[in-house]
């Protein structure tokens, strides 16, 4: 929309040719530029440049929908209401359905946790035929620390769905719509995701996983200043794909250490001194999502798995249509599965912390990744 | 004041100064015919250049009578104004008494907050809120919501409508039980008719947006909502260049001013938060920079204290500081359970 051409737009045509002559082609150009700039620019009168400026504006716009118009649409059009199901039953109501469909969903967490257990699984029920929860689609699976196993993911087919997995031939079908790119920088990424988005519909693909962003962004060395730009770009352009496509994007994330001057808080709170100012406790390890703040507004869901005490959780850290619940679940050969359906509701500085503790696991520390 | 202020052409403007006409004064006082010929102009254009000195110098041509300046007022009567100002309630009343009633139509707010604090709630919240017919102490009013995000989903906004339309059946129920026959019930998918969504995807068709609104709600005359979530996305990764990136939003500001003027409807603008260094230590802030900030005429700042969601205002020209918790239920916003620590004035 912004790269239209002010030549099509019905201007009057002594005023379109103006705005030729000084190199003004598109809309974007137009709009990017204050009204009296462009007075300035164009030796054009006020009154002619308002009105240029309101009918570009109109052929810009987007178009209106209601709020109505949208829910029926996805309820007619999109595999139940635009969601993916986890087949988690208590994670799966919290969401209103699944994974919802043309926004980001990040998981995030500790290594080892089961995060990638978590996108095989669903990479793999993405693609089963519609009468089994999927979406009857392909797969488009983005490793870049080669942590995909096929088969551990026929294995987890096997022990979860085994009606359909026995079948023959079926296995190699599912297995055929999960199509693995391992890109080996984030120039070739960025590559494969530009032709991806032409494609997408053409071929039938119904989920994207990216696992993980981190790595993607931390292999490139480049100091935390220059990352912020490429992360920019990226996740504008992820999200008008899944938005687009209207599909799922699933997006891993890891975690780094807090440092010790990072705050979190507004300079009117010092002056407040209101409520309990908890100091966490010293000796649990200070986890947070690494890609920094401008990656945690992007991302529409965000699910934390974490462990505490021993146990694993996963829990809906943000999202726009739940409570902050958690689930307790653990990993077995089919999968991950959940301990119980009947989440706990988190409060205030439960949401947003991940926990490490009772991980036996070596933890490693990614260093400063934001 | 000097002519060179004068919103003309350069060309013209060249024109008028070498002509000798540097000050307003100098121009008012001679006729359009003479203008058009010292400096070799056209009479329209020469009428214009007239209409517009005579504009910025003050002079009403025409009724000496009430006011000294074209277009003030004194500030008794904007006084009358101000207090029967409408106002959104937030369906938090800890949150509207901080806000003096609610979100104020005629001004701008913004609302900035970490992410997951509750911004599109509020957003959601307001769009469904502003349509509560009068009869329940509302607006009447429908909604306009511009996404640039892509975080409006749907099925929130259902559930939000929803509680909102069992709120409203109770209090109906409650106060007018004999007036019942006569309403007609709102049901949720009518709020949800009632709130026009745009998804902006780049800052070029968000400032387009931004100048149509004034063609689109002089059509539809009952909006007296827009809600922008949020203003900083687009202009955080695709503007290079810093200081134009300023102008333009200055430029965008002032525009949500005057719509929010003109058609008597409240602008809340969501912003998303980044870290500054001030002061020796790293300090959440909201974004776009400092100049920026200059623009909305209040500021809510949403954050977390302890257990608990709180909202603090942080700039108003009206409110003194304060700042009270919220919580975030399925039924939409409401206020906190705990009683204790609710709303504290500075």
Redesign the interface.
Known sequence: ??NKLIGEMGLHTKISNIFAARNIIT??DA???????L??L?????KEIRLA??L?????????????S??ER?VENEHL?GHLPTHLKGLDETL?GGI?F??LTELVGPPGIGKSQFCMKLALSASFPVAYGGLDGRVIYIDVESKFSSRRVIEMGLKSFPEVFHLKGMAQEMAGRILVLRPTSLANFTESIQELKDSILQNQVKLLVIDSMTALLSGENKPGAQRQ?QL??H??FL??L??FSRIPIVVTNQVRSQNR?????????A??K?????HTKTYDSHLVAALG??W?????I?LVLEAKSGQRIIKV??S??S?PLAFPFHITSAGISLLSDNGTEL???G??TIHARGHSDMINFHGDCS | MEAWRL?????IRGKLISAGYTSLPSISSVSSSDLARDVNITEEEAF?ILRLANQSSGSSSCNGSRSLINGAKNAWDMLHEEESLPRITTSCSDLDSILGGGISCRDVTEIGG???IGK??IG?QLSVNVQIPRECGGLGGKAI?IDT???????????IAEACVEDMEEYTGYMHKHFQANQVQMKP?DI??????????????Q??????L???ISENKDVKVVIVD?IT??F???FDDLV?RT??LS?MALKFMKLAKKFSLAVVLLN????KY??G?????LALGDSWSHSCTNRV?L????????A?I?KSPSLP?A?ASYT???RGLRNSSSSS?RV?M?
Not at chain 1, 296 to 300: G, L, P
Not at chain 2, 152 to 159: I, S
Not at chain 2, 281 to 285: C, E, P, T, V
Request: glycine fraction near 4%; charged fraction near 25%; hydrophobic fraction near 35%.
């Open positions: 929309m912004s809309a974007k709009l990017s530029m204050t009204e009296f700039e007075m300035e164009l030796d054009v009168g006020m400026i309101t570009i504006s109109e052929a810009t716009s987007p178009p209106c929908q209601s709020a109505r949208l829910l996805k209401s209103c919802p043309g926004v730009p920019g770009w996740i504008s999200k008008s899944a938005e001057d990072e705050t979190s808080q507004y300079s009117f709170q002056k407040l209101d409520g309990l100012q908890e703040i401008n945690a507004h992007a991302v529409t965000r850290s943000k726009p249509m409570p409060k205030g500085p949401i947003n | 919103p003309l052409s350069s060309s214009e970490v992410p997951g599109t709630q959601i919501y995000e892509g975080s409006f989903m749907v099925e929130r906004a259902l559930q998918k949800l008719e009632n709130i026009f969504y745009f998804r902006v995807c780049s800052y070029t068709e400032i387009a947006l931004v100048n149509y004034d063609k689109f949020s996305f687009h955080r990764q695709d134009q102008r333009v430029e998303q938060v980044t870290t001030t002061e230590s790293f300090q959440l802030a700042i954050y977390w204290n302890g257990d608990e969601r709180y603090y942080d500081s700042s975030v239920t399925s620590k504290k500075m």
